[in-house]
């Protein structure tokens, strides 16, 4: 049996019963990623989420406008500590689409990574967990658009104020 303490922080997690936990984390493969590995590159495909058991993590997306040719510029959008009870690649167990943001290991990291094929057999085979899950997800997801959406009305208004408008 997995201590689950740390499992019951993630959101996408917390309205699951004991027995249906232990049935998600009995889909996990487990995965190691030393100091500096990338663990996810921003633009390639994805069809995994990642739950941190262990260490921390950075997650950068590339300025679509770069100020020098040669060099991309990122920015630093969060670090996660796994303590925090953190998950992250959510979407890819969605969509079949390029992954939206990097994320490097700070420090040392042990991860559980769930695939999507996992995650579908799971849903189907146990159809009242999926609904939970599949709502956690929602929500999840519902929150990440709306903290977008405030963030481009405040970047429009910053650039509206500096253009003089």
Known sequence: MVDTALYRKIFLFQDLEEEELQKVLG?????????????????EPGDSMFIMCGGEVEITKKLTLTLDEDTPKERVMIRL????????????????????????AQTDCLLLELSREEFMALIHQNQ???????LRLAQLLSRHLRKTNADVVKLTTALAISLGG
């Open 27 to 43: 889909r996990t493969g487990s995965r190691e990623y030393p100091a500096g590995a990338i663990i996810l590159e921003e633009g």
């Open 128 to 134: 009242a967990m999926g609904i939970k899950l599949l």
């Open 81 to 104: 500590k796994a303590e925090d009870g953190v998950s992250f690649g959510e979407m890819a167990l969605l969509e079949d689409e390029a992954r939206s943001a990097t994320v490097t």
